[in-house]
């Protein structure tokens, strides 16, 4: 199974500032068709996940453009140019290469 | 709009078993993978299993796998999970979430989300 590793774990942060959190997978997720199969997620205290970025840097309909993906096979940012009072929450990795699916242990972001 | 609704939750006793439904309205159901994926209480997020669009193909989790089987009614837009042999270490929140894709193992992100259906494995 792939293992995601995400970093760090809790990211405290000032309203106006960037934040960025990291996930390495154990294995590369660049596919032979070129796309790295690397999700971020938000679940919003007392909510469902959603989905903000897909194949690594494909912002999900209806996420703020403040909000960006990049990464290499292994290594992945998510990055919040300016972080705001509804973004708190906990971000998910997940590798979506192959099965069984796996997610990160979750990032806690708190102002 | 996109809309999916679990239901089907509640407490069971260990070793028994549970139907979990997922009904899907606002988007062509049958055209999409469906996932369900459990958070157990103050937890991460763990991958359960995916459905093609069609049915043909399904994937699980080791930990659950012969221990639970996914499917789907396309005529009646609904995403079910039937999980045998309860474990206390299945408690959870299982939600049902929808892919962008139609053919399992790729995915290309699991764009909505229902709200969840809790499920208590205790004595």
């Known amino acids: 199974d792939i293992v995601m590793t995400q970093s760090p774990l809790s990211l405290p942060v000032t309203p106006g500032k960037p934040a960025s959190i990291s996930c390495r997978s154990s294995q590369s997720l660049l596919h032979d068709n070129g796309y790295k199969y690397l999700d971020w997620y938000l679940q919003k205290p007392g909510q469902s996940p959603q989905l903000l970025i897909f194949?690594?840097?494909n912002r999900a309909s209806g996420v703020p453009d403040r909000f960006s993906g990049s990464g290499s096979g292994t290594d992945f940012t998510l990055k919040i140019s300016r972080v705001e009072a509804e973004d708190v929450g906990i971000y998910f990795c997940?590798?979506?290469?192959?099965?069984?699916?796996?997610f990160g242990q979750g990032t806690r972001l708190e102002i | 709009q996109v809309k999916l609704v679990e239901s089907g939750g509640g407490v069971v006793q260990p070793g028994g078993s549970l139907r979990l439904s997922c009904t899907a309205s606002g988007f062509s159901f049958s055209a999409y993978a469906m996932h369900w994926v459990r958070q157990a209480p103050g937890k991460g997020l763990e991958w359960v299993a995916v459905i093609s669009y069609d049915g043909d193909l399904k994937y699980y989790a080791d930990s659950v796998k012969g221990r639970i089987t996914i499917s789907r009614d396309n005529s009646k837009n609904t995403l079910f999970l039937q999980v045998g042999r309860l474990k206390p270490g299945d408690t959870a929140m299982y939600y049902c979430a929808r892919d962008r894709y139609q053919l399992p193992p790729a995915t290309l992100g699991l764009d909505y989300w229902g709200q969840g259906a809790l499920v208590t494995v205790s004595s």
């Open positions: 997940m590798q979506a290469l192959q099965t069984p699916i796996t």
């Open positions: 194949l690594g840097s």
